[in-house]
C-alpha cells in the first residue's frame, strides 16, 4: 500500500496522534491553550515597537479596505508564518522523539509528520479566528466574506509545511544537526520574507533590479504572506497568479518531501 493509501486506511490512528499532539502541546502550562494567542500578541508587540514606532515602517492604508494599522498588517503576515515555522520545527523532531514507538511497533510514520501539522492547523484556525473578530470588533474590518478563500489558503499552506515536515523529519533521523541549521535557516527566511517590514522598502533599494524584485516577491512565503494580507487587511482577492503560485509550491513540496521520506523511512528504526 502507498504511503497516501496508508494515510487514509489508517485514518483513526491519524486523529489519535493528532489528539494526542494538542494535549500535550501545552501541557502542564499555567495559561494553557493561551499561549497560542499571547504568543503571537507579544511578538506583535516588540515588532511594533522596533518597526513602526522606532524605524517607521509603515505599510500604510488597506487597499479597497483603508485600515491602517501596522499592529493588524503585523498580525496578518506573522500569524501564518508562525503556524509554517512552528509546526515544521514540531514535525522535523516528531520521528526522533518517538523513536521507541518507531523501533517496536509498525504503522506509517507520516503519521506522525502529519499529525503535528494538523496539530498547528487547528491552532492556526484558533489564532485566525480570534484575528478576524478582532479586526471586526477593533476596526470595523468585515472579512467574513473572504473567510473561504482564509480556509483554502490555509490548506495550501499546511501542504507546504507537510512537504517540509517530511523531508525535514527524515533528514533529522540520520542528521541530528538538522534542528539547529533549521533553526538558522529560519531565522534568515524570516527576515528574508516582509512580514515585519512593508515589501516596499526592498523594492526602493532594488531599483533597477526588477527580475530580483519579481524572484523576491513571488517566494513561497511571500506569496503566502502577501494572499492573506490581501483577504484580511486589504478585503479584496489576491491575484490568480498568487494562487497559481502557492499551488504549485504546495504541491512541489509535499511530493518531494513525501518522495524523500519514503526512500528513507525503511532505515529509521536501525537509525534510532
Given at each position: 500500500m502507498s504511503s497516501a493509501g496508508a494515510l487514509v486506511a489508517r485514518r483513526e490512528l491519524l486523529w489519535n496522534l493528532t489528539l494526542r499532539e494538542l494535549r500535550g502541546r501545552y501541557k502542564r502550562s499555567l495559561l494553557g491553550w493561551g499561549w497560542s494567542l499571547l504568543n503571537p500578541i507579544a511578538f506583535m508587540l516588540i515588532y511594533t515597537f522596533a518597526f513602526s514606532i522606532i524605524l517607521d515602517a509603515s505599510p500604510g492604508k488597506?487597499?479597497?479596505?483603508?485600515?491602517?494599522?501596522?499592529?493588524?498588517?503585523?498580525?496578518?503576515?506573522?500569524?501564518?508564518?508562525?503556524?509554517?515555522?512552528?509546526?515544521?520545527?514540531?514535525?522535523?523532531?516528531?520521528?526522533?522523539?518517538?523513536?521507541?514507538?518507531?523501533?517496536?511497533?509498525?504503522?506509517?510514520?507520516?503519521?506522525?509528520?502529519?499529525?503535528?501539522?494538523?496539530?498547528?492547523?487547528?491552532?492556526?484556525?484558533?489564532?485566525?479566528?480570534?484575528?478576524?473578530?478582532?479586526?471586526?470588533?477593533?476596526?470595523?474590518?468585515?472579512?467574513?466574506?473572504?473567510?473561504?478563500?482564509?480556509?483554502?489558503?490555509?490548506?495550501?499552506?499546511?501542504?507546504?509545511?507537510?512537504?517540509?515536515?517530511?523531508?525535514?523529519?527524515?533528514?533529522?533521523?540520520?542528521f541530528r544537526d538538522m534542528t539547529y541549521l533549521w533553526s538558522i535557516a529560519v531565522q534568515a527566511w524570516?527576515?528574508?520574507?516582509?512580514?515585519?517590514?512593508?515589501?516596499?522598502?526592498?523594492?526602493?533599494q532594488l531599483a533597477g533590479h526588477s527580475t530580483i524584485v519579481r524572484i523576491y516577491n513571488d517566494l513561497p512565503m511571500a506569496v503566502v504572506v502577501r494572499v492573506?494580507?490581501?483577504?484580511?487587511?486589504?478585503?479584496?482577492?489576491?491575484?490568480?497568479?498568487?494562487?497559481?503560485?502557492?499551488?504549485?509550491y504546495s504541491v512541489i513540496a509535499l511530493l518531494a518531501g513525501w518522495w524523500l521520506?519514503?526512500?528513507?523511512?525503511?532505515?529509521?528504526?536501525?537509525e534510532l
Open positions: 488597506g487597499d479597497p479596505s483603508g485600515l491602517d494599522s501596522y499592529a493588524f498588517w503585523l498580525l496578518c503576515g506573522l500569524v501564518p508564518w508562525t503556524f509554517f515555522n512552528v509546526s515544521v520545527s514540531t514535525a522535523m523532531t516528531s520521528i526522533v522523539s518517538n523513536a521507541s514507538l518507531v523501533g517496536k511497533v509498525w504503522f506509517p510514520r507520516e503519521h506522525l509528520v502529519v499529525s503535528t501539522i494538523l496539530a498547528g492547523l487547528f491552532t492556526l484556525g484558533v489564532e485566525l479566528t480570534v484575528l478576524s473578530a478582532a479586526l471586526i470588533v477593533v476596526e470595523g474590518n468585515m472579512v467574513l466574506p473572504w473567510l473561504p478563500l482564509v480556509v483554502l489558503t490555509s490548506g495550501l499552506l499546511a501542504m507546504f509545511g507537510t512537504g517540509f515536515g517530511l523531508a525535514l523529519a527524515a533528514a533529522n533521523v540520520f524570516f527576515f528574508s520574507t516582509p512580514i515585519v517590514y512593508p515589501p516596499r522598502l526592498v523594492e526602493e492573506f494580507r490581501n483577504l484580511m487587511y486589504d478585503l479584496r482577492m489576491p491575484r490568480l497568479i498568487d494562487y497559481g503560485l502557492l499551488t504549485a521520506f519514503d526512500r528513507l523511512e525503511g532505515r529509521f528504526a536501525e
